[in-house]
């Protein structure tokens, strides 16, 4: 099934069990489809300029904590759109894309060429290639975190427990690079690690583990 959906500025997205997968494009109307596997019922609405997706798998009868479907959730968004969305038990990717907000839990969160403000998960990890960022939260639990950033225009704050992170960035984030660790090794590549300053330092950069490894490099 494929609709459309003209002014749509705002979009939500809420999967169980489910893959997500957002595209950024050029056209000025957004394209929801959907394959579904077993039962399950994925309602589309559109309020206004908010566009609401949601994933819903049907229980079971006589035994209501099993959930017996999932579906695959393709999405074409205008890139000027501001997108949210969640992932329970399930992956969501990403390209071109301006997020607000991305959460998992027990999922996967791959982003390409995209903006977000947070990233969370817990038991998944996150790689995530950002043109631009700031001002960014992200964190994983039980997960490892891998973010490539081109451009700072706000701060960042990267966090992990139980997991390791790795730091991208280029000569364009003008960043000062500050470390906290527990139970775990911090290295730089291509940064003074007793001066860890990107150009003007004009945005702090935090970066911070428990229980696992910190790596930040200049690319």
């Known amino acids: 099934m494929r609709m459309r959906f003209e002014n749509a500025r705002e979009i939500e997205v809420g999967a169980v ?4 997968i957002i595209e950024g494009w ?30 819903k798998p049907k229980k079971k009868f ?34 071109g894309v301006r997020f607000r907000e991305v959460t998992t839990v027990n999922g996967e969160i791959h982003l390409e060429d995209c903006e977000a403000e947070k990233l969370s998960t817990v038991n998944g990890e996150i790689t995530a290639h950002l043109s631009v960022a700031g ?28 997991g390791d992170i790795v730091l991208r960035l280029t000569d364009f984030c003008d960043a000062r690079i500050e470390t906290k660790k527990a139970n775990g090794d911090v290295e730089f ?11 003007t330092g004009e945005f702090t950069v935090k970066v911070s583990t428990v229980n696992g490894d910190v790596r930040v490099e200049l690319i």
């Open 17 to 20: 069990n489910g893959l997500v």
């Open 26 to 55: 050029e056209n000025g109307y957004a394209e929801v489809s959907y394959v579904p596997h077993g039962e399950v019922d994925v309602e589309v609405e559109q309020k206004g300029s908010r566009l609401i997706i949601k994933e």
């Open 62 to 95: 006589l035994n209501l904590l099993r959930e017996s479907g999932w579906a695959e959730i393709n999405l074409k968004v205008p890139k000027s759109a501001v997108v949210n969305a969640r992932n329970v038990n399930g992956e969501l990717k990403a390209r």
């Open 135 to 162: 001002p960014l939260k992200a964190s994983t639990v039980n997960g490892e975190l891998e973010i490539t950033i081109e451009e700072l225009e706000g701060d960042v704050e990267a966090s992990c427990v139980n």
């Open 189 to 199: 590549v291509g940064i003074d690690p007793d001066e860890p300053v990107i150009g």
